[in-house]
T-cell receptor, first 115, second 107 residues
Framework: ETGVTQTPRHLVMGMTNKKSLKCEQH?????MYWYKQSAKKPLELMFV???????ENNSVPSRFSPECPNSSHLFLHLHTLQPEDSALYLC??????????????FGPGTRLTVL | KNEVEQSPQNLTAQEGEFITINCSYS?????LHWLQQHPGGGIVSLFM???GKKKHGRLIATINIQEKHSSLHITASHPRDSAVYIC?????????FGTGTSLTVIP
């Protein structure tokens, strides 16, 4: 248990569906992250929120829409995804972004399959 | 070319063997992280280091800043060490991740 939870753990959706991934951290951190992990590829940072404000968006397609209502919760809203979006989506949290060398604590991930 | 390169990509060892995983990076860093990812996806942070050497149980991580190289060593390996080990370079603004080393320890 890292103190970061993600739901659901597995998700299968069609290309016309709309779904949301949820991440919650109980560590008192102020920075939260969404990562995508595809097979045989390095982790890809998607979004960073620092004190509820989005500070990074690494050229992620608009079919992925993040939401951070407070420092403890992070959502990733999904709509009209493509099969190539199938991957493991990992959430992480840390003390404030930019602390230099901050350790990130990862959730267990959501395994997403787009049909 | 990836900013972080790991070797080997895959490693199989007998229980009890001493294991070394290497990481080379090309960016300036504030810290180098070693992560462990078990089957099923969960990632655990093992070490964060910016110089020298750290030890935690049977795990040892070293870094040579001048050579931009880090190693993760596992002494007396055990089947429960089977996982993917990921090296990540933190520039202070951004993380760069290696593709991971998949380790299997056979009883």
């Amino acid at each position: 248990e890292t103190g970061v939870t993600q739901t659901p753990r597995h998700l299968v959706m069609g290309m016309t569906n709309k779904k949301s991934l949820k991440c919650e951290q109980h560590l008192g951190h102020n920075a939260m992250y969404w990562y995508k992990q595809s097979a045989k590829k390095p982790l890809e940072l998607m979004f960073v929120y620092n004190f509820k404000e989005q500070t990074e968006n690494n050229s992620v397609p608009s079919r992925f829409s993040p939401e951070c209502p407070n420092s403890s919760h992070l959502f990733l809203h999904l709509h009209t995804l493509q099969p190539e979006d199938s991957a493991l989506y990992l959430c992480a949290s840390s003390h404030a972004r930019g602390a230099g060398g901050d350790t990130q604590y990862f959730g267990p991930g959501t395994r997403l399959t787009v049909l | 070319k990836n900013e972080v390169e790991q070797s080997p990509q895959n490693l199989t060892a007998q229980e009890g063997e001493f294991i070394t995983i290497n990481c080379s990076y090309s960016v300036g860093i504030s810290a180098l992280h070693w992560l462990q990812q078990h089957p099923g996806g969960g990632i655990v942070s093992l070490f964060m280091l910016s110089s020298g050497k750290k030890k935690h149980g049977r795990l040892i991580a070293t870094i040579n800043i001048q050579e931009k190289h880090s190693s993760l060593h596992i002494t007396a390996s055990h089947p429960r060490d089977s996982a993917v080990y990921i090296c990540a370079a933190n520039t202070g603004n951004q993380f760069y991740f290696g593709t991971g080393t998949s380790l299997t320890v056979i009883p």
